[in-house]
């Protein structure tokens, strides 16, 4: 695929900075898209760990009814921030900031991103916007508890400290919308040479359509936050009904932005599917150009059905079939994605290494999260299922089960690549069959409970759904020791892990073409694109290259 690949004695982007200043210092102020995509890691996965945690005492709470372990509006605070954590810090910018900024460059042949300041820019406005989110438990009013959608007229009459938590999630949007221009400019002006449009790693494509969705999607939350603050200021009635306003205008606003968003973190996640599987199995994609245009179709169909969140919410009957068709019109280009990659599977020289072996549970698990949203896209079955159990249940069978299983897919994918060390192969598989099993324990209970009509975001529930509660908190606690074995085995390794090879899993888009860890600038000279994508007959090559 490539000319050019790097030296060996050249010196990895950790021995060596662009910038005049050494230590803690030389990662604070770096413009290296490598180290910054490591700050992201380091920061998202920093508060992860901590949604992980609030989400273990939310399950501790629900082990039996009534009160066990805290009293109602603690729940409700619980709720509330575990949803923010794991939203806006991390599944919106997980893969596009650590992984798009790691390996976007790299994808495409080039030094760096188009704009290096603006990126570590975006990383600070991440980490301002956090700050504020810390800093809101602690003033006067205490955390806000309104649940992770602001939903209006709560979020203007609650006492709680809502104004500077939501003003949060508008700083973290700058940083979002930043991160989209860079890339698309990166995307547009950097290629390396011979790198056409359907030369590109599909990864790309994903990040790609991804970042059209944050400049354009975005702004509109950011308004609608602007206008929550106005409102709980000064008394400006907008939303709230007792101002002369109209909560419903705030739920289209707020959806508008939040469904697209969706696709802001599954698309990545797909992408990464599409690296991954041909890989493993040897096999040129297939349909590439089906899957590729299939990114795009996703964020652009992304944007016109945003109010099959709102069936139940007094919207017209015309808009409600029209909806309803849209919304399963949208799951026609995620079942392209899928089925190319069964097909590209099918038989492949398939080696069953721990990447693969997460793609193959995020398959299982984002394909039940699908199909489960076709049954709340369909009118009838909505009108039973709306704000039950059913909701939570199908919405982290597509969160969780899919970009969060895929963050730790790409993670172990890329591991050998970012930091020049591997892992543990035998307790890395045990983490992907731990995770399968726990998440289907805490999870899967939960469509049950919402079909026997269990409210979601209730402290305390009839005795009839004890069993199911208890079986889903243990899968938490599960769950809970399936992080720590990830985490361990990942830190231990960057620490004392064995030297990765060059190129571990025998993959064929350029970040394999250079060192592991990567230099500097990545490549020793920027390289010429002279294959098309995943073509395996170049590891020929690439082994002839590296002697």
């Known amino acids: 695929m490539a000319n050019g690949t790097v030296a060996l004695e050249e010196k990895s982007f950790y021995e060596e900075s662009t910038n005049k200043y050494s230590g803690i210092l030389s990662w604070l102020l770096t413009t290296d898209h490598k180290r910054i995509g490591l700050l992201y890691l380091v920061t998202i996965c920093a508060f992860f760990i901590v949604g992980v945690i609030l989400g273990i005492l939310m399950r501790l709470e629900l082990i039996a009814p009534g009160p066990t372990i805290m009293e109602a509006q603690t729940y409700n ?61 602690f ?130 996640a797909m992408g990464v599917v599409s690296e991954i599987i041909p890989t493993f199995a040897r096999r040129t994609i297939f349909g590439y150009k089906a899957i590729a245009f299939s990114s795009l179709a996703i964020a652009f169909v992304g944007y016109l059905v945003w109010a099959h969140h709102m069936f139940t919410s007094g919207i017209s009957d015309t808009a409600r079939w029209i909806f309803s068709l849209l919304t399963f019109i949208v799951a026609l280009p995620s079942g392209v994605k899928v089925f190319n990659w069964v097909a590209t599977m099918y038989k492949g020289s398939i080696d069953p ?133 990830i985490f361990a085995n990942l830190i231990y390794s960057v620490k004392k892990g064995k030297k990765s090879p060059e190129n571990p899993w025998g993959g064929v888009t350029l970040e394999w073409h250079t060192a592991s860890p990567p230099p500097l600038e990545n490549f020793h000279e920027i390289p010429t694109v002279t294959h098309e994508p995943y073509d395996f007959s170049q590891l020929e090559e690439m082994k002839h290259e590296s002697k």
């Open 77 to 137: 605070t619980l709720f509330t921030l575990h949803g923010v954590i794991m939203i806006f810090l991390f599944i919106i910018p997980g893969l596009p900031a650590i992984f798009g900024n790691f390996f976007l460059p790299l994808q495409i042949g080039a030094k760096d991103v188009a704009f290096p300041r603006l990126n570590l820019l975006s990383w600070y406005i991440y980490v301002i916007g956090a700050i504020l989110v810390l800093i809101s438990l």
């Open 139 to 268: 003033l006067p009013g205490g955390p806000i508890d309104t649940g992770w959608t602001f939903y209006i007229p709560y979020s203007v009459r609650s006492t709680t400290n809502v104004s500077l938590a939501i003003f949060a999630a508008f700083v973290l949007g700058f940083s979002s919308i930043l991160t989209g221009l860079n890339f698309i400019t990166t995307v547009h002006r950097m290629r390396a040479p011979g790198m056409g449009w359907f030369r590109m790693p599909l990864f790309i494509w994903s990040i790609y359509s991804t970042a059209w969705i944050q400049i354009i999607a975005t702004p509109v939350i950011g308004i609608t936050i602007l206008l929550v603050i106005m409102e709980r200021a000064f008394g400006v009635g907008i939303f709230d009904p007792a101002l002369g306003g109209d909560p419903i205008l705030y739920q289209h606003l707020f959806w508008i932005y939040s469904h697209p968003a969706v696709y802001i973190m599954v698309l990545p």
């Open 353 to 485: 290494k721990p990447p693969f072996l997460w793609v193959m549970s995020f398959i299982v698990l984002f394909s039940i999260g699908g199909l489960t949203g076709l049954v709340l896209g369909s009118l009838a079955t909505d009108i039973h299922l709306h704000d039950t159990y059913f909701v939570v249940a199908h919405f982290h069978y597509v969160m969780f089960g899919g970009t969060g299983t895929i963050f730790f897919g790409a993670l172990f994918y890329w591991f050998p690549k970012m930091f020049g060390k591997m892992y543990s192969i035998k307790w890395a598989n045990i983490s992907v069959a731990l995770f399968f099993i726990a998440f289907n324990m805490l999870y899967f209970p939960k469509f049950i409970m919402g079909y026997m009509g269990m409210p979601r975001r209730y402290f305390d529930y009839l005795p009839e759904f004890t069993n199911l509660q208890v079986i889903s908190t243990v899968g938490s606690w599960l769950m809970g020791i399936t992080m720590i074995i």
